[in-house]
């Protein structure tokens, strides 16, 4: 026997019979007058006797009208009329697998959108997805008689249709899928309308298929509801899923919920009440509701919380007219209400990635029991409701205060094309093969937060949590974030594996050599589809270009000794011209742990071969020397000025760094004698080099000119240790 449910969607929460036996059934304050069930087997089986006539509208779409006109009083209902009577007469005779007759499912699909404030266009579409995949209808007929449009989206649903989200050709066929529907969400709008109807009667099929529907319902189709704001679906949607995958958690949820219900005390009634007590005092005019939580949302409270209080059954919510009432409203609440400021969070100010919009805080009652309050506009509330589909028409002319190319931060022109779905659409064109795409969508999908970090400009990148600055760069600048070799994070430098969190300011420095070329590191910091479609996209037509850079770098700088870079380095010449000691004929060598030049205090101490090394005197090497017995000889400086000096420089992992650093060296006259570049750790990369000076006043300079080169964050000389470090 067939589960399905007859009765509309509606905005928020909704009253659905499930999958099984009894399907998720949440308690809800009523919201308007109540209107009569809507029998869709009634009305099916009227509509096979025949066709309605042609100057009234069908009996049958009678509910699709009452909810379209709530939206949008003045549209035009003669293409719902014509939609109708070619859907009924075209799928006429068939029957769905629950013995219905099949007019039925794209009927209840249209009144769900239509619930949600669709407007005509896609609920014209809506009651035509199924035609040409099931019948003999054709698009070129579609697109004669109701245009262009309704012919694209009939057409980019029925693509949809064929997708076989199981099937190993999975992440190619999908790839397609979004590039033929992706630049109209409304596509994906009836897309998930008709999963939610074909979810509400997934009771006739096998537990097996039940449970793959529920499965790829779960991994893709509720993660688009989230990025498109459809929260009227995406909670029902999950509550269904619920219940099929989890059934004994599922009915545990239930009794809770059932339990509650049955409580004479309502502490989230008795805060409402107190609530319009306090606005109307206050003079806001504003409505306050109850919320009840969905099931899944109970089931996680539960988990996080253990034993619920009545109060964590649901949340208030709180409408007002104007934006700035908003704030009023809850300056209110926290004035004259005990407020959790811990669970404040201001997302009217920070919309978040899926356009939501709302003020987040909670107040407390005298036995601690807490309240989560939502503060919106009705506006708001729509859009948080039904995402984009509460948006209207794509195709409408841009207003006049929208610019040609978008919003200042370039972020999106279309405000039914959110900012994450034109990225999605620019870095499936990127990816280099259909598997890197589909693992970053699913990476992407799985994402159920997002921060929101600023640019020094003041302008705000939205990025997944847990992105780094690797991400932010590809976020901001695309491929150009090849050149980029760091960040300063709230003012501090940073590394481009650095974690952000929300609010940070993330200003990133960029290379200027136009060729620069991001490192295969990167890949291990990068989180966000467009960073590593980006990076990977370059190796992969750089095949052995990493590699051979590597290699290059690796025969430029030797490997160090077992000693370390505080080892004496070997001479390639006389390092001691400028060093006089006492002990005549003896070799003298500057040592490599203090390097020192003139006019550092110095002294000297007899090694084997004859040779004398020469010490700062306050290096930690000359306590050593002396409590091993070594032989001290006195050093002074002559009057050459050239000198020898080892010197630490602290980067920015980056291509061309090695070479950009030895110019500069040379530049100022400086020989390298010895180079120790270190593996790079958190994308630092520390170098040390030994160097020959003409003269040690060059010193100064030298450094200077070292520390301009870009991805160079700082150069030290080898500083003497103290005893006992």
């Known amino acids: 026997m067939s589960a399905e449910a007859t009765n509309p969607a509606s905005p928020g929460p909704v009253v659905t019979s499930g999958p099984a036996t009894s399907g998720p059934v949440t308690p809800t304050a009523p919201r308007r007058k109540a209107r009569a069930r809507l029998d869709l087997r009634r009305l099916g089986r009227a509509a096979l006797l025949g066709p309605a006539a042609r100057d009234r509208l069908p009996d049958a779409i009678g509910h699709v009208v009452e909810a379209h006109r709530a939206h949008h009083p003045d549209a035009d209902l003669e293409p719902l009329r014509r939609a109708y009577v070619l859907a009924e007469s075209s799928h006429r005779g068939q029957m769905r697998k629950s013995g219905e007759p099949y007019i039925t499912h794209p009927l209840a699909v249209t009144l769900i959108l239509a619930e949600l404030g669709a407007e005509t266009t896609t609920l014209t579409a809506s009651l035509l997805h199924d035609t040409v995949e099931d019948t003999d ?7 004669e008689q109701f245009g262009a449009e309704v012919r694209f989206l009939v057409d980019g649903v029925t693509k949809l249709e064929k997708v076989d989200y199981g099937a190993a050709a999975e992440p190619e066929t ?8 992706g630049n109209d969400v409304r596509v994906m709008s009836i897309k998930l309308a008709d999963r939610l109807h074909n979810m509400r009667t997934l009771g006739v099929m096998r537990p097996e298929k039940q449970e793959r529907i529920a499965k790829v319902t779960r991994d893709v189709l509720i993660p688009l509801a989230e990025r498109l704001g459809v929260q009227a679906l995406k909670t029902e949607l999950e509550d269904l899923v619920f219940a099929i995958l989890h059934p004994e958690e599922y009915e545990y949820t239930r009794e809770l919920i059932v339990d509650n219900a049955s409580r004479a005390d309502d502490p989230l009634a008795e805060m409402a009440e107190r609530m319009r007590t306090v606005l109307r005092d206050a003079d806001i005019p504003a409505e306050v509701l109850i919320r009840p939580r969905h099931f899944v949302s109970v089931h996680r409270v539960a988990r996080k919380r253990g034993r619920l209080r009545g109060s964590d059954f649901g949340r208030l919510l709180v409408l007002v007219n104007e934006d700035a009432d908003c704030y009023g409203v809850l300056g209110e609440l926290h004035t004259c209400m005990t407020p959790v400021v811990s669970e404040f969070k201001d997302f009217i100010a920070v919309p978040k990635f899926n356009l939501y919009q709302s003020l987040h805080t909670a107040v407390a009652r005298e036995d601690g029991q807490v309240a989560e309050v939502l503060i919106r506009t009705h506006q708001m509330h729509k859009v948080a409701e039904a995402g984009v589909v509460a948006l209207g028409n794509p195709y409408a002319p841009p207003s006049e205060e929208r610019t040609d190319d978008g919003t200042a931060d370039g972020e999106r022109a279309d405000p039914t094309r959110p900012g994450w779905l034109s990225r999605l659409l620019d870095w499936q064109e990127a990816a280099p093969d259909p598997d890197t795409f589909w693992s970053t969508l699913r990476e992407d999908l799985a994402q159920d937060r997002e921060i929101t970090v600023f640019r020094p400009d003041g302008g705000t990148l939205g990025l997944p949590d847990g992105a780094t600055c690797v991400d932010a760069a590809y976020a901001q600048y695309g491929e150009d974030a090849h050149a980029c070799i760091g960040a300063r994070v709230n003012g501090r430098l940073a590394t481009l594996s650095t974690v952000l969190g929300d609010g940070d300011t993330v200003q990133l420095l960029m290379g200027q050599d136009p060729a620069s070329e991001p490192s295969r590191e990167w890949l291990e910091h990068a989180h966000t589809p467009a960073a590593r479609i980006a990076i990977q996209r370059w190796l992969a037509t750089h095949p052995s270009h990493d590699d051979t850079r590597q290699e290059a770098e690796r025969a430029e700088a030797p490997r160090p000794s077992s000693d370390g870079p505080a080892a004496d380095v070997p001479a390639t010449r006389p390092a001691g ?17 203090c390097t020192p030049v003139p006019p550092d205090g110095v002294i000297g101490f007899a090694v084997r ?3 004398v090394t020469v010490h700062r005197v306050e290096c930690a090497a000359v306590a050593r020397m002396r409590s091993a017995g070594r032989v001290e000889v006195g050093v002074r400086w002559g009057d050459t000025t050239g000198c020898r000096v080892t010197l630490f420089a602290e980067s920015f992992g980056r291509p061309h760094l090695l070479a950009d650093l030895t110019e500069a060296m040379a530049l100022e006259g400086a020989e390298i004698v ?12 520390r170098h040390t080099y030994t160097l020959q000076l003409p003269d040690a006043a060059l010193l100064p300079a030298l450094m200077r000119a070292m520390r301009n080169v870009p991805g160079v964050y700082d150069v030290s000389r080898a500083q003497p240790q103290t005893p006992g470090t």
């Open 137 to 143: 209808v054709t698009l070129d007929q579609v697109g």
């Open 577 to 593: 011209a400028n060093a006089i000691v006492d002990q005549p004929g003896a070799t003298v060598r500057l040592a490599g742990c």
């Open 674 to 685: 010895s180079a120790i570049v270190e593996p790079p750790s958190q994308q630092r990369v």
């Open 609 to 611: 071969g004859g040779a």
């Open 174 to 181: 999908f790839r397609k899928m979004l590039v033929a529907t």
